[in-house]
């Protein structure tokens, strides 16, 4: 391992918390300065280049395959690198927070694999930063467990043959950590939370037969991939492991980066194992870039906008196609049913929603997929067993019958369902839920049954700031506008106040969010992430 750098890096009004020591090493701070120093400008370079896009779509209402990759695209010879042993099967996938007991039980889940979340499934407090780092470190020490106050019950791991591959997710690009700061300037929480954990378990990893693993979140271009590929080559020979032991699985989740699969295959193809499929971070995506062009582009209720949709179909076979192509897994979204203690009936609905959603990912041909709950393993498990049977994966369905035009992937006016009254009332009852619990510190949160994301919230307010800025007109007839939203939350709240207690309502963060709520979806400037001005008032 080189010698590490003096460090420069502060820590800035932040409480200390037990055993933090651990994580924040003067050598693994020192690593965090040094990528913080390296990639930073670079960073701050694509964020604006974001914007210069956004404001190219905004002028064209459109969007196409690049035309200065086209030989990148025409070129067969290109291949990923092989998936190592513990990435090659990947039939089913749980998510969630890096929180002490999610930690225990996403490894003991059954799954193949445990996406652990820094990013939008945990709010970017200062002790789940700090303390999710610990909990990992301690994972793969097996010096772990966790007992509920509450119920009495213990959690401890299962062998190591039986847990879950993991593989991590970081905050994106677009995120800084204000509590870690260089000169004075926050460093990107993207690099706080690869840097913290790439330093402390690279090599313990590939002693247990793994490796640093990674889920790449928000991505919105193939240059975005290019300097995550710089990052994974920088940190590899700064600890001293072979080049490309990290492997990286990139969220498809923006609009753009959907018609940038194979160039970010291609710039990550020493360090890339496969791209996921993500939902309401996709259609987010979508609202925020096309969010003033016009009727075609108004997106119904969220809950209408099924993976069946023509649109959304386009966006997961060209996905399968490109990732099978070149050797990369095709993962697919989330099932975030919540199965019931109380109701067997809501619990056969749900299961059979969820089954048919994966029969139907397994049958499209992808290798794997996501859901939100221990209960759900077996189902989605079922699903893919039936495809792939006693092999690890289907990359050798080349999908070459699939042939995706750019106009497909944004053909939002090919779906047959147009905005409701009901679902207006949803955005402003799921945003106000989410956002509350987020600013206590929680980034899953179930709401009516399912788990639920930063990525809702923000597909919930994009929905209110598109319907009301297009004049859109419901299904009752009443046209959506700023007032119109600001009633329907008025009377959210108050429900919310009679239902939970004044008690309850004064100790939550109930006003707050709603007010949160309302700026995001009604301030004529579009705020590019809900969760920048909401870390603006997290606390901790």
């Known amino acids: 391992m080189s010698a590490p750098a003096p460090s420069t890096l502060a820590i800035v009004d932040a409480e200390p918390l037990p055993r933090q020591e651990e994580v924040l090493t003067d050598a693994a701070l020192a690593f965090v300065a040094e990528l913080h120093r390296r990639f930073t400008p670079r960073r701050d370079e694509l964020l604006a280049r974001r914007a210069e896009r956004r404001a190219e779509i905004a002028r064209t209402s459109t969007l196409d395959f690049l035309p200065e990759t086209a030989a990148v695209r025409a070129d067969d010879s290109w291949k990923v690198a092989p998936a190592p042993d513990a990435l090659q099967d990947r039939r089913v996938e749980i998510t969630g927070p890096t929180d002490r007991k999610m930690t225990i039980n996403a490894l003991n889940s059954g799954a193949k694999v445990w996406l652990a979340d820094f990013e939008d499934a945990s709010a970017p407090t200062w002790e789940n930063v700090v303390l999710g780092q610990l909990n990992l470190m301690a994972a793969y020490t097996r010096t772990i467990d ?66 640093p693993y990674f889920y790449l979140p928000k991505t919105e271009s193939h240059l975005e991939a290019r300097l995550w590929n710089e990052v994974f080559v920088f940190a590899q020979d700064y600890v001293g492991i072979p080049q490309g032991t990290v492997r990286a699985t990139v969220l498809i989740e923006t609009i753009t980066a959907a018609y940038e699969m194979e160039e970010i295959l291609y710039e990550l193809r020493d360090h890339a194992s496969g791209l996921n499929a993500g939902r309401w971070d996709y259609l987010f995506s979508i609202v925020k870039n096309f969010r003033d062009g016009g009727e075609k582009f108004v997106l119904p209720d969220r809950n209408a906008v099924t993976m069946t949709a023509p649109f959304m179909r386009a966006y997961t076979e060209l996905l399968v196609r490109t990732c099978h192509k070149r050797g990369a897994h095709a993962i697919g979204g989330m099932a975030a049913f919540i199965p019931s203690r109380r109701d067997a009936e809501v619990n056969k609905v749900a299961f059979e929603k969820v089954r048919a959603d994966k029969d139907r990912e397994a049958g499209d041909g992808f290798d794997g997929s996501w859901v939100a709950h221990p209960d759900l393993v077996p189902i989605a498990m079922e699903s893919f067993d039936k495809v792939l049977g006693d092999k690890p994966n289907q990359k050798d369905r080349l999908r070459e019958d699939v042939d995706v035009k750019a106009a497909d992937l944004i053909a939002i006016d090919s779906l047959d369902a147009k905005p409701t009254y009901a679902g207006l009332v949803n955005a402003v009852q799921v945003g106000i839920r989410y956002i509350e619990a987020w600013l206590r510190g929680l980034g899953a949160v179930a709401i009516f049954n399912l788990m639920e994301d930063a990525a809702t919230a923000e597909i919930s307010r994009s929905q209110i700031w598109q319907w009301i800025n297009a004049g859109v007109v419901l299904d009752n007839g009443e046209r959506v506008t700023a007032e119109l939203a600001r009633k329907v939350a008025a009377e959210e709240l108050a429900n919310i106040r009679a239902d939970i207690g004044d008690e309850a309502f004064a100790a939550g963060n109930w006003q707050q969010a709603h007010d949160l709520l309302l700026t995001v979806s009604l301030d004529e400037d579009y705020a590019d992430f809900l969760t920048l001005p909401a870390y603006e008032q997290l606390k901790g």
Not at 159 to 165: D, M, S, V
Not at 167 to 192: N, S, Y
């Open 146 to 211: 966790f007992t509920d106050e509450r119920t009495g019950k213990s959690y401890a791991l299962r062998p190591n043959e039986e847990l879950a591959t993991v593989v991590m997710r970081p905050r994106g690009w677009h995120l800084d950590e204000r509590h870690l700061q260089v000169d004075g300037r926050p460093v990107p929480g993207a690099l706080v939370d690869f840097g913290l954990y790439f330093f402390h378990n690279a090599q313990r990893l590939l002693d247990l037969g793994k490796g």
